[in-house]
């Protein structure tokens, strides 16, 4: 084939091309890379809103019309396939309409190689701009969603800290009620010995006996002030959040919950039993696990309180099981009905009245076990109470 034969076969083939791709509403690019030629069909530049005699035909006309955050990526892929890099001619980007608006395109192309260099490429544009607009739609969408979730997400958790203040409030009330009523009482006795003159003050030794006397009441006061202090140390730490995790065998929580409802625990009477089997060493956030434990025990203690259970019994037990470390919680609080066992781990459900409960412990609870913990936290009825399982993986 000569020159002119050639060409001629060429321009054939590309008003071939053109029908087919008119008729697919593509436009049609040729391009002659060893002349750095460009043809670009009719419909190619009315996608983009020019018409047939305003655009030349060479490469530029392309490349200067790409969106600027585009331009890398697209030349990348011409420089990939005309070097044989890659197989396929294929990449997305965006071209500017002529009155500025943008134009999303698919671009598609085959070249004809000559000893591996690339002659000639022909490709086609699809406008591909409505999908996109869909896309982006369906995108905003999907990060509106996200949004909402996380914004309910953080309300819910400061509503359960909220609510985590007003229980350590009323804890501290609860272990204070007891110091604060001898402090008074010390005061009142101090106050009755004067009004009686129960010391002789104007001789050496019934003042030596009202110092002495001072001194032991001052010495108590300053013990009670003590445990007062200690108190609002103990929860302070007891509810900071943790950053890091600790190493720890799942019994040194517990003991400290124990520690902290020890007041409650001997005021209702009721019996704890323990069964530390678990030896294992495991990575927590203590204090988190802390709070479950607490949210879980202090259940069962207002169940008892409100169900006025008779020789209310609490059992904890720890076990190391295929790897992992099993905590059961079980009390003999006559269980949870059956119709409300499925909620009592969604947000704000709660059989208590609003000043008793939030309906958020157990909802933490499980968010702390299953998604901060990669755990498990499940309920189950079981004899006169209700079991709670919390199942820690050793990580
Ligand atoms: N040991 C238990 N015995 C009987 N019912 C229980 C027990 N533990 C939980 N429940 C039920 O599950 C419900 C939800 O518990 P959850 O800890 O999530 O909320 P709450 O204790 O009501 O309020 P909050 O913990 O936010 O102060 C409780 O209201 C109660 O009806
Ligand atoms: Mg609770």
């Given at each position: 084939?000569?020159?002119?034969q050639?060409?001629?076969k ?5 008003e ?12 049609l690019w040729?391009w002659?890379v060893t002349n ?15 018409e047939?005699?305003?655009i ?6 392309w490349l ?16 990939n396939y005309?070097?044989?890099r890659?197989?396929t001619?294929?990449?997305v980007?965006r ?5 500025g ?14 000893n ?24 905003l ?7 909402k979730?996380k914004?309910?997400d953080?309300?819910l958790?400061?509503?359960s800290?909220?609510?985590?203040m ?19 009482s010390?005061?009142?006795t ?11 003050t104007?001789?050496?030794k019934g003042l ?11 010495d108590?006061?300053e013990?009670l ?6 108190t609002?140390d103990?929860f ?14 799942i019994e ?13 625990i001997e005021q ?7 069964e530390?089997l ?9 204090n988190?696990?802390?709070q479950?434990?607490?949210n ?6 207002d169940?008892?309180k409100?169900?006025?259970t008779?020789n ?10 295929f790897?992992k470390?099993i905590?059961?919680i079980?009390d003999?609080g ?9 909620f ?7 059989t208590?009245?609003n ?8 909802y933490?609870s ?10 498990k ?13 919390i199942?820690?993986?050793k990580?």
């Amino acid at each position: 084939m000569n020159e002119d034969q050639l060409i001629d076969k060429y321009t054939s083939d590309r008003e071939l091309l053109e029908l087919i791709t008119e008729a697919t509403q593509d436009g049609l690019w040729d391009w002659d890379v060893t002349n750095n030629n460009v043809f670009f069909s009719t419909h190619w530049k009315k996608m983009i809103g020019y018409e047939d005699d305003e655009i030349e035909n060479n490469f530029n006309e392309w490349l200067k019309r790409v969106h600027p955050d585009d331009v890398e990526k697209a030349m990348e892929c011409v420089e990939n396939y005309v070097n044989g890099r890659i197989d396929t001619y294929e990449n997305v980007h965006r071209l500017q309409h002529k009155d500025g608006h943008w134009v999303w395109v698919l671009d598609r192309g085959k070249g004809k190689f000559v000893n591996g260099k690339v002659i000639r490429m022909v490709g086609f544009h699809t406008d591909i701009t409505e999908q996109k607009d869909l896309e982006y739609q369906l995108e905003l969408k999907v990060h509106d969603e996200i949004e909402k979730n996380k914004q309910k997400d953080d309300m819910l958790k400061q509503q359960s800290g909220l609510a985590q203040m007003g229980e350590m409030i009323s804890m501290i009330a609860h272990q204070w009620r007891q110091p604060l009523a001898s402090i008074a009482s010390i005061a009142v006795t101090i106050k009755i010995k004067m009004a009686l003159a129960s010391f002789d003050t104007s001789n050496q030794k019934g003042l030596d006996e009202f110092m002495e006397y001072l001194n032991t009441e001052i010495d108590d006061i300053e013990n009670l002030v003590q445990m007062l202090t200690s108190t609002i140390d103990d929860f302070r730490n007891f509810y900071k959040p943790d950053k890091e995790v600790a190493h720890i065998t799942i019994e040194s929580p517990i003991k400290k919950v124990l520690s902290i409802l020890k007041p409650q625990i001997e005021q209702q009477i009721v019996e704890v039993s323990l069964e530390y089997l678990s030896t294992r060493t495991i990575d927590i956030y203590e204090n988190e696990i802390l709070q479950v434990i607490l949210n879980i025990v202090k259940n069962a203690l207002d169940n008892f309180k409100e169900r006025d259970t008779q020789n209310p019994r609490i059992h904890i037990k720890t076990e190391d099981i295929f790897g992992k470390v099993i905590v059961s919680i079980c009390d003999n609080g006559g269980g949870i009905s059956e119709d409300i066992i499925g909620f009592i781990f969604d947000p704000y459900f709660s059989t208590k009245d609003n000043k008793n409960g939030t309906g958020l412990g157990l909802y933490m609870s499980k968010t702390i076990i299953e998604q901060h913990h990669k755990g498990k936290l499940s309920v189950q009825n079981k004899n006169d109470g209700v079991c709670f399982h919390i199942i820690l993986e050793k990580q």
